[in-house]
């Protein structure tokens, strides 16, 4: 039988990247895609039990990938669903908070396929393992227990792991909330009604917070239970899982069946009915009505005795839906009695609307008539009881339904009496709304009015008309309508209303009002359209246009944003993105549709005709000053031309995005055009850093090794050892692609590390061989710090070949020393101190090359070529050489000049005390058999 592939959910809001994702992996998994953590928490919803892993992008619009794993974690899905977290972000807080929320694994942008393909593959075989042993623990447990769930009660959620009760399954587990579910079998009638009270008084959910949050670590309850049309007494235990945390209250819980200990108690005929409106007791195998204890005239039996079916037909006529007339004539009539006995289904409930005063407000009543055998006459009897469930009807079944949306405000209004009753929808309260009673019209005007802006109060007014309300009910069954309010901190909020009856009959109407700002279209900041408006009206100019190629998709993103908010403040910061939004909209650019897509990067829509690159030059630089503060402005904007084939808007955002992350100088150019080349360059990257592996498994890499010589003897007196591709297919790929491609990808490490382990090797050949040795130096990473078994290798062999002679050099740029000096700086003295020298590689490049040296004691400085190179045209850079050559010296340091190629090149450096010189004027890099032989001419 051919093995069921497993099933992986992409969720990522950049259409290349779910693109990319889905080319590598979709010969192996069914792929399921989502564009933001809104849709990927839906489609898991559904499909939640059928997912093996989850592909989750950090940082999307609508809802982040944080906020879904928040969800996950609520909803207890992270123990069926592993994840692996993506994000161009891999900084150690980014990840540890992935993490902390129940990642499994990371990988970062770009892709690298080997390493996509790898950890999912481990990831889901890992998963599958523990799940495994978990299964096998749960089928031990499966012989002694019906139920097995594991609850979530401070998010009020579950799992389930084993559920062997048959009756209205189905029904049960699609309850999302683990109160609404116990809640649920009793009022579905499993529980026996006798045990009924006891049992919801157990399963509140606020007493089993309180409960465990006091230190309880088990609560029990026995009761009686429907198992397959039969009641059986079974035993619930709650117990306080090792995942349990005071704000996480993580339990397990257990069901199973005792009913031989309570067997005898089941012969019991009378329930409690102390709490009913009435009893009517009734003999079903004749058809009659014996006897009644009611408080309710209505009720009532005419005459000592009463047929069953005109008694049923008789007080049928009190309810208010002619549904539950017809409902009601149908169950408890005598034939419909006897064949439900007959199969095995003793007790019979209806739920139905009754007429009550004039003056009251509706009420809710559960009529239930449960039989027993007489075991001495044969005849089957049973008690008809009514009871009034208002107001746990209205406490449970409301919730229920606002659970199946975002809702923050129900009402219940009655249009006849024109009252309201408002409440929270996590706080809903039945007795406050049976008990309270608010003018509609007033409530309206008085308290909903002072919510909305000024210009909306008639627009508000003119639709929560109670009238009008009923008439598009009447009509359409349901009306809605948007409003913007103003929170209690100014900020304002899209909300929509909507309405429906709940008891047509009796004109009661549920209302319910959701926050959608993050729904529509519009950008609460500046007023203009967000992602989702920009997508939808450029979608509307596309169906319409005569030739989409006349369009262009501009895409900006601010350089530094955070510099402004921390120098100007939020506030400030919040200005700053209004004023650009409306320079774009005012522009000579004369864009159809300008959106903030993100936080500081905006999108246009513009015509190509009104696209005069030197207006945009300035669009993407300006000054802002406040308070006696400026700052000057850069944007840099990529551009993507509309192609004339079906593409989404998303995918033209991408395109125009990845064009301005190939913007080389965004103060000279800041803008770039998109070309295809740009999409298969980052692919290409991609797929190097993934073939990483096999390229030093093959050892397709070369160490070549660059000699450095004595500027006054010209005799050699180290080497820096450089690496070199040799691909199979590609041929010689230079460094300059994908040494950055590593970087990026986050592999270089395992490049540096295969470098070290094969210099060290060639240095211990040399040494064994008897010959001899000269330092070579290892360029390495910051990154390559943060590995702690690289590190614990390079400390261990610099400490075992100083004692055969062999000295250890390293190189670290001033960029790597700034990533890593405050938290990892400490392994470079270690490694100072063991014998190993350092060097600090192209001084003179950066911005903070003295800060460097007031930070740390490098033995050695190399010079950085682009100083060097200028010698002949600059005399500033001699200048400078001159002072970077004093100073040295001065700091007890040695000096290597890099990239040295001409005559006097050499001679100035010699004769201002240089003391080596690395460059093409001695010798290019050299693979190891030529270097050899270099060595031994010299």
């Not at 992986?8 to 889905?22: F, G, P, Q, T, Y």
């Not at 005849?379 to 208002?390: H, K, N, P």
């Not at 709304?433 to 627009?459: A, F, S, W």
Request: proline letters at 2%.
């Amino acid at each position: 039988m051919e093995e069921q592939r497993k099933k992986i959910l992409i969720v990522d809001d950049s259409e290349m990247n779910r693109e990319i994702l889905v080319s590598m992996l979709e010969d192996e998994y069914d792929l399921i895609q989502a564009e933001d953590g809104q849709q990927a928490v839906y489609i898991m919803s559904e499909h939640h039990m059928e997912l093996s892993l989850l592909l989750l992008d950090m940082n999307m619009p609508v809802m982040n990938g944080y906020e879904v794993l928040q969800v996950m974690k609520e909803r207890l899905w992270l123990d069926r669903i592993p994840v692996i977290s993506i994000s161009a972000d891999s900084s150690d807080d980014n990840i540890g908070r992935a993490y902390k929320l129940g990642v499994n694994d990371y990988f970062s942008r770009p892709f690298d396929a080997a390493v996509v393909l790898r950890r999912v593959h481990n990831t889901i075989a890992l998963h599958d393992k523990s799940m495994g042993n978990f299964q096998d623990t749960l089928g031990m447990l499966s012989d002694f227990y019906y139920v097995i769930l594991k609850v979530n009660l401070t998010t009020d959620s579950y799992l389930i792991l084993k559920d062997g009760f048959d009756d209205q399954k189905k029904y049960f587990d699609s309850l999302t909330s683990f109160s609404a579910r116990l809640r649920g079998f009793a009022d579905m009638d499993c529980i026996y009604e006798d045990d009924k009270k006891e049992y919801l008084e157990f399963c509140n959910i606020k007493r089993l917070r309180k409960a465990f949050a006091g230190g309880n670590r088990k609560e029990m309850i026995r009761y009686r239970r429907k198992v397959k049309d039969e009641f059986k007494w079974v035993s619930l235990t709650m117990i306080c899982s090792e995942e349990y945390e005071d704000d996480n209250q993580i339990v397990m819980l257990y069901v199973r069946d005792i009913n031989d200990d309570y067997l005898k108690q089941l012969d019991e005929v009378m329930r409690k009915t102390t709490d009913s409106l009435g009893t009517v007791t009734v003999n079903v195998s004749k058809g009659m009505c014996i006897s009644c204890v009611v408080k309710n005239k209505n009720i009532r039996i005419r005459g000592e005795k009463e047929n069953l079916d005109d008694y049923v037909r008789r007080i049928s006529m009190y309810a208010i839906g002619c549904e539950d007339r017809v409902k009601a004539n149908q169950l408890f009539v005598q034939e419909n009695l006897l064949k439900e006995f007959a199969a095995g289904r003793t007790i019979i409930s209806l739920e139905t609307v009754a007429q009550g005063d004039q003056d009251e407000k509706i009420r809710m009543f559960r009529i239930t008539i449960e039989m027993i055998r007489n075991s001495v006459t044969d005849d089957i009897e049973g008690v008809l009881y009514f009871q009034d469930i208002t107001e746990s009807y209205l406490a449970e079944k409301i919730p229920q339904l606002l659970y199946q949306k975002n809702f923050e405000k129900v009402a219940l209004i009655d249009a006849r009496r024109n009252l309201i009753n408002m409440e929270s929808t996590e706080d809903f309260n039945a007795y406050r709304y049976l008990h309270t009673k608010i003018d509609y019209n007033t409530y309206c005007r008085e308290i909903l009015g002072t919510m909305v802006p000024e210009q909306e109060k008639e627009h508000l007014k003119k639709n929560t008309d109670i009238e009008k309300i009923c008439r598009e009910l009447n009509q359409n069954g349901r009306y809605s309508f948007t409003v913007h309010q103003i929170s209690e901190d100014g900020e304002i909020r899209l909300k929509e209303f909507n309405f429906m009856y709940l008891f047509r009959e009796l004109g009661i109407i549920l209302a319910v009002t959701e926050d959608i700002t993050e729904l529509s279209g519009t950008d609460m900041l500046t007023g203009g359209y967000n992602r989702r408006g920009f997508i939808h009206n450029s979608e509307n100019i596309f169906r319409h246009c005569a030739d989409r190629t006349d369009y262009a998709v501009l895409y900006f993103n601010v350089r530094n944003f955070k510099a402004v908010n921390e120098l100007f403040g939020i506030d400030t910061g919040d200005s700053v993105l209004r004023t650009i939004y409306k320079n774009l909209r005012s522009s000579s650019l004369k864009p159809c549709v300008v959106a903030r897509v993100e936080a500081d990067q905006f999108t246009c829509l513009v015509e190509k005709k009104n696209l005069d690159f030197d207006a945009l030059s300035g669009l993407c630089e300006w000054n802002f000053t406040k308070k006696g503060k400026t700052m000057h402005i850069f944007c840099g904007c990529g551009i993507f031309f509309v192609e004339n084939k079906e593409m989404s808007i998303n995918g033209m955002i991408d395109r125009a995005k990845l064009a301005k992350k190939y913007i080389t100088d965004e103060y000279v150019k800041p803008y770039n055009i998109y070309d295809a080349s740009m999409k298969s360059y980052y692919i290409d990257r991609a797929e190097l850093a993934g073939e990483l592996r096999n390229g030093l498994a093959q050892e397709q890499f070369k160490v070549y090794y660059q000699p450095v010589v004595d500027a006054k003897t010209g005799e050699i007196r180290s080497a820096e050892a450089l690496i070199r591709w040799v691909h199979p297919k590609r041929g010689f790929v230079s460094p300059a692609i994908f040494i950055p491609a590593l970087e990026e990808s986050g592999h270089i490490s395992e490049l540096d590390f295969y470098v070290t382990k094969k210099v060290f090797e060639f240095m211990r050949k040399r040494c064994e061989d008897g010959k001899k040795n000269i330092p070579i130096s290892i360029n390495l990473s910051w990154m390559d710090f943060y590995d702690e078994k690289m590190m614990k290798w390079i400390e261990e062999n610099v400490e075992s070949s100083q004692k055969l002679g062999i000295k250890s050099r390293f190189e670290i740029t001033e960029t790597s020393f700034e990533a890593m000096k405050q938290n990892r700086n400490n392994i470079l003295e270690s490694l100072q101190k063991k014998g190993a020298v350092t060097l600090l590689d192209d001084f003179g490049s950066g911005y903070s090359s003295y800060g460097v040296l007031q930070d740390y004691n490098f033995d050695i400085l190399k010079i950085d070529m682009s100083l060097v190179r200028q010698i002949e045209t600059n005399p500033k850079s001699r200048s400078i050489l001159k002072s970077i050559i004093a100073m040295a010296h001065e700091l007890g340091m040695q000096l290597v000049a890099e990239g040295a190629e001409t005559e006097e090149q050499i001679v100035f450096l010699r004769e201002n005390d240089c003391d080596c010189i690395q460059g093409y004027y001695y010798s290019k890099p050299l693979p190891e058999d030529e270097f050899l032989e270099y060595l031994g001419e010299n």
